[in-house]
């Protein structure tokens, strides 16, 4: 059983734009849900991170958005660059145990 | 600060044969996490060690082993490889226990099983 479901698998978005990844997790005691960027041939990277006592986090041009009741958070990548294009993975997790990643949504970027 | 170091990068093996990965996790971090990488599945979980003691294994066949010593350095071994264990291997390293906060990625050691 996928614990976070990720989508797109894909996205591709001209320079400027929105790029917008979602998650939804099941087990309602996850409280820590951080996003990872890969670029190929590297390993994931901490991009941004939110624990659920906020409903939004903004880091420069990432943010994510929380919504506890519906359990779902996705990433919002505003003003994207060609630089952006990576494979992004979101995951969530709690004291104790392991975390659960996403299947990743290969991001690209079209100057 | 030197990252997290994964040897070997590329291996190649046959089915039957067994295989060590090592990663030596950032000077200072207790913890060391495995996952395995593959196209469309994601990042799945292996298991975690802290101070030379697993805390977390996920769900795999006892095929996948691994252990820490007590420098933090942390080995994983997977026994009568099959074709189906052609993955990226991913360490990670964090300075306590992982769900704490971030985790620092080595560049992982890609095996592929003929």
């Known amino acids: 059983q996928q614990q976070v479901k990720q989508s797109p698998q894909s996205l591709i978005v001209q320079k400027g734009g929105i790029s917008i990844i979602n998650c939804a997790y099941e087990n309602t005691a996850f409280d820590y849900f951080p996003w990872y960027q890969q670029f190929p041939g590297k390993g994931p990277a901490l991009l941004i991170a939110i624990r659920p006592d906020v409903s939004e986090k903004k880091e420069g041009r990432f943010t994510i958005s929380f919504n506890k009741s519906a359990k779902q958070f996705s990433l919002h990548i505003m003003d994207s660059q060609p630089g952006d294009s990576a494979t992004y993975f979101c995951?969530?997790?709690?004291?104790?145990?392991?975390?659960?990643f996403g299947t990743g949504t290969s991001l690209t970027v079209i100057p | 600060k030197a990252g997290v170091t994964q040897t070997p990068r590329y291996l190649i093996k046959t089915r039957g044969q067994q295989v060590t990965l090592s990663c030596s996790p950032i000077s200072g971090h207790r913890s060391v996490s495995w996952y395995q990488q593959t196209p469309g599945q994601g990042l799945q979980f292996l298991f975690e060690y802290f101070s030379e003691t697993q805390r977390n294994k996920g769900n795999f066949p006892g095929r996948f082993s691994g252990r820490q010593f007590s420098n933090s350095r942390s080995e994983m071994n997977v026994s009568t490889l099959e074709l189906g264990d052609s993955a990226l291997y991913l360490c990670a390293s964090s300075r306590g226990a992982s769900w704490l906060g971030e985790l620092f990625f080595g560049e992982g050691s890609r095996l592929t099983v003929l």
């Open positions: 995951a969530a997790g709690n004291t104790g145990n392991q975390f659960y």
